[in-house]
């Protein structure tokens, strides 16, 4: 064998061993890769839902005022009233432009005159709650928007974009902004539209919006303690949603009984008559002297306050404030006679009381002499803003006979076919892995023995009941709640997936928390479908921290930023730990149970689903 031969023999060999060896070597890696690779899998519990429902629920101290009335077929009539205290904005108020002792006729001093305050008017301003987001900026709000994301966008056609229709003092919604009949695109002069009228979507009105119904007013003659009596006054005295003082008969003038109809527009207060100070000399009648956003307002009893205030000015009971709440203690604001079903949710913190006066003003014109000088009418107003204590009378009659049977049912640990969600009233004690032993309990061991688990996420989800809840009902399925709540019902606090969710949604009301949950999913068709909410951490703090598993609770979630805790009465007068957040609307809705009895909607029973990796 030549040197050639010897010397390719061996380059084959080398080149050989090389490409067996790579072949090899990724092979091995291949399989060891297979066998040890992660896998994901989903573990699902069980879960025990009980019915449980409130006698009544703390509501003093609300951010807001729920008032009306409305009737679902499952869960009764829900009613709302008001009853709350009145403050006086500042302590021993002037009327006019003396104080009452300073009336008396001087003859040193030419301007003490009697000032005769007369009452001109009062009206009960009760603010709802508004939206003007303007995520473009065209100064369009986006209920109204045609493109909400473009200011460049044209709500009215007119050819002129939104932005530029706000900049120039055209109406952005209206083609003729001046209603003169010549379109905005070619009209030189549209100066009649005035560019300050404001626009708002009202977010806090629910049923009919046209709906007819009587409001009534009356003077409170129970005096709202804030502090509790029977702990030495040393703690805060709590008032419940079955408070009713017009029942108790805890009342006496009658301030307002009208049948009223909702404005949802702007409120614009005109000038009465012509401005001698206007240098054009307008008409001032049609020029706006004050805006308010859109409320209810009421005109009040004027002689009531031209006795009970104007007439006590320099007197005790205006003193201060706690002087003028043992004076007039309050009032009670009622309803009835619905045409049709309206619920209000209404911002009490900008509520007041506006008395409007006329009284005898000397004017000086200035001169040496006083022959000028004459006795003029001027007019003025005093607030009275609605605070201190402030409860919300809730009252549910006429639901299902069945929703007091299955209450009973979960009292004796059996799981109901259904579980009814309804603000203040109707909640569901949620129990994990089994029903009564929940940290004690063959699952939980058996989990917590699970070593070579990862556990990446767990779901609580609930599926709405479609047929009972109606949802081809378009008014039925408004009232089902775009939230809920769960929280350990123990402590009334969040579980710590609430805490570790700092998602924040500027675009939606309450939809802060997304990962954390809760949020109404909408089927394939639009319609009411399932709450799904993630539990990974409460899922990993019991089974691989040890923390106890302690009973949940599933209650309406109207504002989940709002989780102040209150105290509610259950069946069993036991007291329980009840958000404020379950209290801000009645809104409900029906949810399959744990442990339906009906085969079809095994599928869409409650269910907890866990979702780990193997390793």
């Not at 499952?74 to 006086?88: F, W």
């Not at 003859?107 to 303007?134: G, Y």
Request: overall charge negative; hydrophobic content about 30%; some cysteine.
């Amino acid at each position: 064998m030549n040197f050639k031969t010897i010397k390719f023999n061996i380059f084959f060999i080398i080149t050989f061993s090389l490409i067996s060896c790579d072949t090899e070597y990724h092979s091995v890696g291949t399989n060891l890769l297979f066998d040890q690779a992660f896998k994901s899998k989903k573990y699902t519990s069980e879960v025990f839902a009980f019915q449980e429902q409130l006698k009544t629920v703390q509501t003093d101290g609300l951010p807001l005022g729920q008032l009306g009335e409305v009737n679902h077929p499952i869960y009764g009539k829900t009613k709302a009233g008001i009853t709350t205290q009145l403050i006086i904005s500042s302590d021993n108020p002037t009327f006019g432009r003396l104080a009452q002792d300073k009336e008396a006729f001087d003859p040193n001093n030419k301007f003490a005159i009697p000032e005769n305050e007369t009452v001109s008017s009062v009206f009960l301003d009760i603010p709802f709650f508004n939206n003007q987001n303007d995520r473009d900026n065209d100064g369009v709000i986006d209920a109204l928007d045609i493109d909400p994301f473009d200011s460049s966008s044209d709500s009215d056609g007119d050819g002129i974009s939104d932005f530029r229709e706000s900049e120039v003092g055209t109406n952005p919604l209206s083609d003729d902004s001046d209603n003169d009949g010549i379109s905005d695109s070619i009209d030189e002069d549209s100066s009649d539209y005035d560019s300050e009228n404001t626009n708002y979507e009202i977010d806090s009105v629910y049923g009919n919006r046209n709906t007819k119904f009587r409001i009534k007013v009356h003077e409170l003659t129970y005096f709202l303690s804030s502090l509790d009596p029977q702990n030495n006054f040393e703690s805060s005295l709590e008032y419940y949603s079955n408070t009713n003082y017009f029942d108790q008969g805890f009342y006496s003038s009658e301030l307002f009984n009208e049948e009223v109809e909702l404005n949802y527009d702007e409120l614009r207060i005109y000038h009465t008559e012509d401005d001698p100070e206007t240098e054009d000399k307008i008409e001032d009648s049609t020029d706006v002297k004050l805006r308010y956003s859109p409320r209810i307002r009421l005109r009040l009893d004027s002689n009531f306050f031209q006795e009970k205030v104007i007439n006590a000015e320099g007197s005790s009971h205006l003193r201060n404030s706690d002087n003028f709440k043992q004076y007039i203690k309050g009032i009670i604001i009622d309803t009835e006679n619905f045409s049709e079903d309206i619920f209000l949710l209404l911002n009490l913190n900008a509520a007041d009381i506006k008395i409007n006066y006329d009284y005898d003003y000397y004017e000086h014109y200035g001169n040496e002499v006083d022959e000028d000088d004459e006795i003029i009418k001027k007019s003025s107003t005093f607030t009275i803003n609605i605070g201190g204590v402030r409860i919300n009378t809730i009252e549910n009659t006429g639901y299902e006979s069945m929703l007091s049977s299955i209450s009973q049912e979960s009292q004796d640990l059996q799981t109901p076919e259904e579980i009814i969600i309804q603000g203040g009233h109707f909640y569901s004690k949620i129990n994990l892995f089994d029903k009564n032993e929940l940290d004690n309990n063959d699952e939980i061991y058996q989990l917590r023995s699970k070593n070579n688990w990862l556990i990446n996420e767990a779901n609580l989800v609930f599926y709405i009941d479609s047929e009972v809840n109606d949802l081809n009902n378009d008014n039925l399925m408004k009232m089902v709640p775009e939230r809920l709540y769960l929280y350990n019902l123990n402590t009334g606090e969040p579980i710590s997936d609430y805490y570790n969710d700092n998602s924040i949604n500027l675009q939606a009301t309450n939809a802060n928390k997304i990962i954390y949950g809760g949020l109404l999913e909408l089927d394939s068709n639009n319609k009411p479908w399932r709450y799904k909410f993630r539990i990974t951490n409460h899922i990993n703090n019991i089974i691989k921290n040890d923390s106890i598993n302690t009973s949940l609770a599933l209650i309406s979630g109207a504002n989940i930023s709002n989780l102040i805790i209150r105290k509610g009465i259950n069946l069993k007068n036991e007291e329980v730990k009840y958000p404020t957040t379950g209290v801000l609307n009645p809104f409900g809705v029906k949810l399959i149970g744990s442990h339906p009895k009906n085969s079809s909607d095994e599928g869409s029973k409650i269910k907890l689903e866990i979702f780990y990796t193997e390793y």
